[in-house]
């Protein structure tokens, strides 16, 4: 959900140091007592994702790791974290994204009747059922009678619809 991005602030270049390779960010220079140079900067907060108090604002992780790895303060109003892990920010796991593709790169909900993304245990007619959505609306797949067989009509459906963004759960 993007509500509010806040703009970063040009400084972020001088007082931060960013490892592409791990994602994490470090103090470039002494910051205070509490923020000596080479110290870990951000917290993990309660949605996975890690949060830089700078300046008395509070920043996400991931879109000041992807302006330091791009060198750039013009970052997509949309971040996606390829492999679903919100506090993973290392560059090659960034990428631009509308919300929609977004939302297709979801790993399977927890609670549901199958242990696999996109089915269904469907106990009208005792089959799997596979359903997928694509532009706001969800498309069944059709009943079959493993869980498995359902499963492959998703990835196969995910691959076609979703591309790149596709997630098999």
Not at 28 to 57: A, M, Q, T, W
Not at 66 to 71: I, K, P, Q, V
Not at 73 to 99: F, Y
Request: glycine content about 8%; proline content about 4%.
């Amino acid at each position: 959900l993007m509500t509010n991005i806040i703009p970063l602030p040009a400084e972020i270049f001088d007082y931060f140091q960013y490892n592409p390779d791990t994602g994490i960010i470090r103090w470039k220079i002494d910051n205070g007592r509490c923020n000596p140079k080479g110290k870990l900067v951000g917290h993990l907060n309660s949605r996975g994702y890690i949060e830089i108090r700078f300046k008395g604002k509070t920043y996400q992780g991931h879109r000041i790791a992807y302006a330091l790895g791009h060198n750039t303060l013009e970052i997509p109003p949309m971040l996606d974290h390829i492999n679903c892990d919100s506090s993973d920010n290392r560059i090659a796991n960034l990428r631009a994204a509308t919300d929609q593709e977004n939302s297709y790169n979801k790993k399977k909900r927890p609670k549901t009747t199958s242990k696999y993304k996109g089915v269904s245990w469907y106990r009208r007619l005792q089959k799997w059922q596979a359903q997928i959505r694509h532009e706001g609306r969800s498309i069944h797949l059709g009943c079959y009678h493993s869980e498995e067989e359902a499963h492959a009509a998703y990835c196969k459906a995910a691959a076609e619809l979703h591309g790149d963004f596709a997630n098999f759960g």
